[in-house]
Structures are given as C-alpha cells and as structure tokens.
C-alpha cells in the first residue's frame, strides 16, 4: 500500500489543522499495517488514582487512526468518525506514555475501517483496543 504522507507530513499536518492537541501527540512511524502514535501522557490526561483516563486512551485511538487514513488518503481535514467500539483491558502503568498501534483493515472510497491497540509504554500485553469506523468525504 502506498504513502501519501509520511511522519513529516501528518507531523506538520496536525500542527496546522489540529494545534489545539498536537501538542500531545508524536507520530512514530507509517508502517505497511497502518502507523503508531504516542500520547506524551501529562497530568491532565489523568483519572482519580493516576493512570490515564478513558477520554485520553479513545482520544489516543482516533487520532491514530484518523493519521493512519490520511497517510494513504492525503490530507482530508473532513474525514470524521462515525463508530468506534473501545475495549479498556488494563490499567495503564503510571508515569508512562501510551502508544497506539493501527492496523487499517478495510481503505475504500467513502469507508475506512481500523484496530488500533493501546499499549503502555515498557509493557507487552495492550491496555485498550478501538475498533473504529471513518466516513470520507469524497473528491471534490
């Protein structure tokens, strides 16, 4: 599959059309499956307790898997969620970064379907995993 944006891009990308949260997010890789992403967890991201919130872990996965659509799409500002099914399996460790690894299952012309995992960063089982569903707009 081919790569209309690279790590720069979707970096620069979010930047410009996204500052309000690039801030928290740092683009890993574009990978054959999809791309990774990280949360640079800081205390607003928290619950009661320490570990990372529910809101911070969906927010994790649908701008993973929103980068992951866009780097074989190009730059579609307005391609938006329409489901998402979210799985909590662990308390992410305190005091670590969280990543998603996305996997694009289905890239068609109006759809795109993907899993992403949540892993805490230094441990191998997931904490979370999104299945999510984008609507995108079509060519104009």
Same mark, same amino acid.
């Given at each position: 599959m081919s790569? *209309?944006?690279d790590v720069e891009a979707l970096t620069a990308f979010l930047a410009r059309d996204f500052g309000q949260v690039a801030e928290d997010f740092r683009v890993e890789a574009v990978? *054959?499956?999809g791309l990774r992403l990280r949360l640079k967890v800081q205390e607003r991201h928290l619950r009661p307790g @320490?570990?990372?919130s529910g809101p911070a872990?969906? @927010?994790l996965a649908d701008v993973a898997v929103y980068l992951a659509i866009? #780097?074989?799409?190009g730059p579609v500002a307005l391609a938006v969620t329409t489901g998402c099914a979210m799985d909590f399996m662990r308390k992410p460790a305190a005091g670590r970064d969280l990543?998603?690894?996305v996997r694009l299952l289905k890239l068609g012309r109006s759809l795109a379907v993907a899993d992403a995992l949540i892993f805490s960063e230094g441990v191998t089982e997931p904490? *979370?995993?999104a299945n999510m569903t984008y #609507?995108?707009?079509p060519a104009r």
């Amino acid at each position: 599959m081919s790569h *209309a944006m690279d790590v720069e891009a979707l970096t620069a990308f979010l930047a410009r059309d996204f500052g309000q949260v690039a801030e928290d997010f740092r683009v890993e890789a574009v990978t *054959a499956e999809g791309l990774r992403l990280r949360l640079k967890v800081q205390e607003r991201h928290l619950r009661p307790g @320490g570990t990372v919130s529910g809101p911070a872990m969906f @927010g994790l996965a649908d701008v993973a898997v929103y980068l992951a659509i866009l #780097s074989r799409i190009g730059p579609v500002a307005l391609a938006v969620t329409t489901g998402c099914a979210m799985d909590f399996m662990r308390k992410p460790a305190a005091g670590r970064d969280l990543y998603a690894e996305v996997r694009l299952l289905k890239l068609g012309r109006s759809l795109a379907v993907a899993d992403a995992l949540i892993f805490s960063e230094g441990v191998t089982e997931p904490v *979370a995993r999104a299945n999510m569903t984008y #609507s995108i707009p079509p060519a104009r």
